[in-house]
């Protein structure tokens, strides 16, 4: 009892020398932490609200309305021989590689909590579904930091690769429960035209609380950042990070973009743009993209909450993510040389989507979510046909 109590007053300690740093550090830089906060807030603006708002309004919904239900019914025979996942499931796996973090693992989390997938099967899932948005590769770091489409497009398909992989690693995680992705569920929420009111406007709500909850965690650690690298804290743990890894060939900058991008993957990426090998570079931007920073971490956990849905399942997952991405980048460079032509409409696509504003943004997403959210209906549809010719047939 005495460990645990001396335990609890280290920690304690620790904690109290850590926020008397950080209210030190607003006052000493004051004028920083104002930039980096606008910073911040204009990423939101810009690129988070826009591109996430809709698609958690999307995910919402087709939990809500019981379309995951029906899609699950015609993909039943797909996500399980591969994931050991229920069909309803690919509802989160389409929605987070479309959507981006974190909506994928938003949307597991909602599978979950209405008993639309296991406890289990919802941990497999956020191991692998909490991925990056084309948009946010293809156009912020592929056109954006790398001025390149093809390097975009590479980095997505080690990530989406990378993705799968994890996918089918961890159908074996507590491969040994009985069956419990082939257990008849409670029934699932069934699509009723009356319930569309009340399940949207309760989406909008809880879609516009998240987007808020993601936002402050993007401005928190964008100043957390600042103040780390303004107060020399982060500069010196990369030189010590790098003096440590110097046999595998890092330096004290390449040691900070690590940290940096271990923190928060916008900040982290940026710093890629130029200096240094350019194998180099896309190595760390895989992992980067792959690992999604704690500030992302921060925002799927706020989400998991009291949900008793493992932590250290989706944290090792994201890990093995980012390392997989970056083995993959390495294979796709040496496969297809960089110096390859790509055709001009992709180059002008991905280059529009670097300099989106927030009204083009948030139309670009808003009709990708609706041609999502169509998709789900038509699938929906399809299977209740198919239930219906069933009952048809046997009546017969």
């Given amino acids: ?11 304690d300690l620790f ?3 850590a926020l008397l740093c950080a209210t030190l550090a607003l006052m000493l830089y004051p004028k920083p932490s104002m930039e980096a906060a606008r910073t911040g807030l204009q990423l939101c603006y810009n690129v988070i609200i826009p591109s996430l708002f809709p698609f958690f309004v999307l995910s919402s919904l087709v939990v809500e309305l019981g379309l995951a239900g029906y899609l699950g019914r015609l993909l039943e025979g797909i996500m399980w021989p591969l994931f050991h996942v229920s069909g309803a499931c690919a ?12 909506v994928g693992a938003k949307t597991a989390i909602n599978l979950y909590e209405r008993g639309m997938c296991t406890r289990t099967e919802a941990e497999r899932l956020l191991a692998f579904c909490n991925n990056s948005g084309p948009a946010f590769i293809l156009g912020v770091v592929g056109a954006g930091i790398f001025a390149s489409s093809t390097v975009g497009v ?15 690693l961890f159908r074996f995680y507590k491969a040994g429960e009985a069956n419990g992705g082939k257990k008849r569920r409670r029934s699932a929420p069934q699509f009723q ?4 009111s009340t399940a949207f ?13 993601i936002c402050a965690f993007v401005v928190f650690f964008t100043v957390v950042i600042q103040l780390l690298i303004r107060s020399g804290f982060l500069p010196g743990l990369a030189r010590g990070l790098g003096t440590l890894l110097a046999p595998f060939g890092f330096t004290p900058e390449w040691a900070q973009r690590l940290l940096t991008g271990a923190l928060e993957i916008s900040s982290g990426v940026s710093t890629l743009s130029e200096g240094g090998a350019l194998s180099g570079r896309l190595t760390m931007a895989a992992f980067m993209l792959g690992w999604a920073g704690i500030s992302v971490h921060c925002q799927v956990l706020s989400f998991i909450g009291d949900s008793g849905l493992s932590v250290g399942t989706y944290l090792v997952g994201k890990l093995l993510h980012g390392g997989l991405s970056a083995l993959f980048i390495a294979i796709l460079v040496r496969l297809f040389p960089l110096t ?6 992709l180059v002008d696509q991905v280059a529009g ?6 009204h083009s943004a948030l139309t670009v997403s808003i009709l990708a979510a609706w041609i999502i959210f169509l998709a789900f209906l038509l699938a929906a549809a399809l299977s209740t046909r198919k239930c219906l010719c069933k009952r048809r047939r046997t009546m017969l």
């Fill in 1 to 11: 009892m005495s460990r645990l109590l001396s335990k609890a007053r280290v920690r």
């Fill in 15 to 17: 904690l109290g020398l």
């Fill in 91 to 102: 509802s989160a796996f389409a929605l987070g590689f479309v959507g981006g973090y974190p």
């Fill in 154 to 168: 590479l980095l997505y398909l080690a990530h989406a690769l990378a993705s799968v992989c994890i996918g089918l």
């Fill in 193 to 196: 035209v009356q319930r569309f």
């Fill in 201 to 213: 406007t309760g989406s909008v709500k809880n879609a516009f609380l998240s987007t808020l909850n």
């Fill in 340 to 345: 390859a032509p790509v055709s001009n409409y």
């Fill in 353 to 358: 989507i670097a300099g989106m504003e927030f």
